[in-house]
């Protein structure tokens, strides 16, 4: 089944339906949550919500979780966000900020929202929260949409 995708406004629940179609597109070739044990928690039009327990691997030299890998994190949940409207999109840009450390054990959550969507550009923040709800990262993504569908199957290489 093909998803429409026009300029009329989608009742609410087609744009749910769009995101989530979306996500099972994204998911099925995403090895990256394999790899880092990510999990797409929620999704919606604008929004997603990604978690990733901090493994000992993933540690750098100072017992603390690698930013890289707190970021792929932010990058994730913003990807499944931008992708919601069924439209392939690609980071065109981030920023993230590092405000507190994580720690082996440590649940790490990420939630995206869009800020903005206008013509092929977006603009989308992202928190990232331990489980007792503390700051860990503020990450920006901005975002470029492409000519194909999310959830056309990606190109092989």
Known sequence: MEIRLDRTEPAPDDAQLRAERARGAMMRHDRVLD?????????????????????????????????????????????????SHGERTVASGLSVDFVAPAHAGDRLRADALEQTQRGRTGVYDVVVRNQNDELVALFRGRAHRVKARADAAPRQA
């Open 35 to 83: 790899t880092l044990g990510i999990t797409v928690d929620s999704i919606g039009p604008g929004r997603a919500g990604v978690s990733m327990r901090v493994r000992d691997d993933m540690l750098n030299g100072f017992a603390i979780c690698h930013g890289g890998l707190i970021a792929t994190l932010a990058d994730t949940a913003f990807a499944y966000a931008c992708n």
